[in-house]
């Protein structure tokens, strides 16, 4: 490991616009949203999570997903993607042009309960009929499953349960599964246990792990997946979102972190660091507070400080010590 | 990698009450800087830095040098070392009892100039001296080499600069070698190449890591390491600690983050993590402000939520829809 350098493509999947958004208290205005997103367009990543389709009531910071689904500018060779929680999101985010529904249900029981207010084997008969509806419709289908690394109720959730979950899906159509450290509880060598399963069982399914960096870890987590074959990772930029379970705690694993560190390596990232930076810098005016993004206040390893005019002073005045 | 449990005892050592107060604004009291101490030396911490024996014009937060080292509690198996940057320093370390003498300079010929305002050459010199005092004295020595992971000036520096100042300091005798990332540029590959090449090279030597946790890189390093056979890490409670070329930037990589990681992962490191909380716990008082310490935010991905009263009732009424 940390040794042969891979050639795979890494795709960076952008969740800031959606899984941060949707826990900030300030609305923040469509045109931003659009404007924001537009930008994350133009930085080389491979999907963008544009909004959630949920209702205006459970979730109104994304009150505007199809506004903003319609209103931003595409570029080729990005897939926008939405969370949909069910048939009426899926009928919403087809209508605006969705490229890729984004399902979700939870891993644990218990979390699912709690978050969805069904059992898990509800959650799969609902998430089939929108995987039904969107057959034919050209849309991709991804399926999140939350607390696949732990639940913050039950504890470990056994990787049979996880990757039986997957199976039910991928039996059905499903292309793409998330599993998703909803509240940071992975750590690296569980990180690379059950990727490591999932890739062996279901060598042609299209795994993305979404990691969140609520205990530290989130970066550490990224790398112990790159070393088992995973190439697809969510993040967010600045850092931003949360987790209920942890208030004041740092949310996904930010995406310019991410970036910076996989680009330090030698991985191959064709993601543009200064023009995502950028679009970070615009984070805590547009959301009213710092975030935790650490690249956007340490800068690049690689930007250099000026040598102060003094050192030569400095320099000299060594020497002339060496002499006397 | 992420597999084999290593048996070998990790060793972490305590920077915080020297790397992280050093920098703090506000005076911490001797007592409060005993009783910090006092309470870390509880915790199975192989190694406590408990200050630093500069000039207090220098560093005027660590004044009170003398009368903290005299005045904690020691506790069998932990080395009480403290930093020392010249002759007068040891003389005053040595006089106050100090386990191990830890001493300063930069693998990089800029950030030596302008930080100890000699040349390498020099500060080589220099430190050789107190290297000579202390033989005889029954103090342990160590050697950290600032900016090991590149210098915010000069950017990289080259592994041969590196270790070339290693071995002249080894064949003196010295005994233990601290790489230090002084404002957070490694990156994991990195990090392993030059641990790898140092412990190739020196086998018999100690070598310690000392990470920063500038660039969110910290828990991603110290896996690095801990994968090419490095066993003792410095750490900071709380990410205590800073970087002056980046203001406003997390500090060291987090004792108790380190911890809990390492832990969870299953390695053996005979920390006391609750405890080490707990000492964490006082630090925000204690300086003034939060601390970047995530777990401390966060809680340990073991400790679990209570399930609510109202989750029987919720699985009540979702089986009810099922039948209905």
Redesign the interface.
């Known amino acids: ?3 042969a350098t891979s050639t795979k493509r890494i795709f960076i999947q952008e969740v800031g616009p959606r899984d941060g958004f949707q826990i900030e208290d300030r609305f923040i205005p469509t045109a931003d949203k659009i404007e924001l997103i537009d930008a994350l367009s133009l930085c080389g990543l491979a999907k963008i999570e544009v909004t959630s389709f949920t209702s205006p009531k459970a979730i109104p910071a994304l009150a505007d997903a199809d506004a903003v689904m319609r209103g931003i500018r595409r570029q080729p060779g990005v897939v926008y993607t939405a969370l949909v929680p069910n048939l009426r999101g899926a009928e919403r985010a087809l209508a605006a042009g969705t490229d890729e529904l984004n399902l979700v249900m939870s891993a644990s029981e ?1 979390h699912n ?2 978050n969805l ?3 898990r084997d ?1 959650s799969v008969a609902r998430l089939l009929e929108v995987v039904d509806l969107a057959k034919g419709s050209g849309a991709a289908l991804n399926v999140s499953l939350s607390t696949s690394f ?1 639940c ?4 470990d959730v056994a990787e049979a349960e996880v990757l039986g979950l997957v199976e039910r899906f991928l039996q059905q159509g499903v292309a793409g599964v998330i599993l998703c450290d909803t509240t ?2 992975a ?7 059950l990727c490591r399963s999932f890739l062996e069982r279901f060598p042609t399914a299209e795994l993305t792990l979404h990691l969140h ?8 987590n ?3 997946a790159l ?2 074959g995973v190439v697809r990772f969510d993040a967010s930029l600045g850092g931003l979102g949360g ?1 209920p ?2 208030p ?3 949310g996904n694993v ?1 995406t310019e ?1 991410l970036v ?2 996989l680009q ?3 991985h191959p990232v064709d993601v543009d660091l200064p023009r995502l930076l950028a679009a970070a810098r615009s984070l805590p005016e547009l959301v009213g507070h710092d975030v935790p993004g ?2 956007l ?6 930007d ?5 005019a003094s ?1 030569e002073d ?2 000299a ?3 002339a ?2 002499q006397a």
Chains 1, 2 share one sequence.
């Open positions: 490991m940390f040794e218990t309960l709690l207010r069904m059992t509800q732990g913050p109720m039950e504890g940071g509880m750590h690296p060598r569980q990180v690379a246990s960096n609520t205990r530290g870890m989130g970066l550490a990224a790398l112990a070393e088992v987790c379970y942890a004041g705690a740092t930010c972190d910076h560190m330090a390596e030698g650490q690249v206040h340490a800068g690049q390893s690689q250099l400080h000026p040598v102060p050192l400095i320099r005045r060594a020497q010590q060496v």
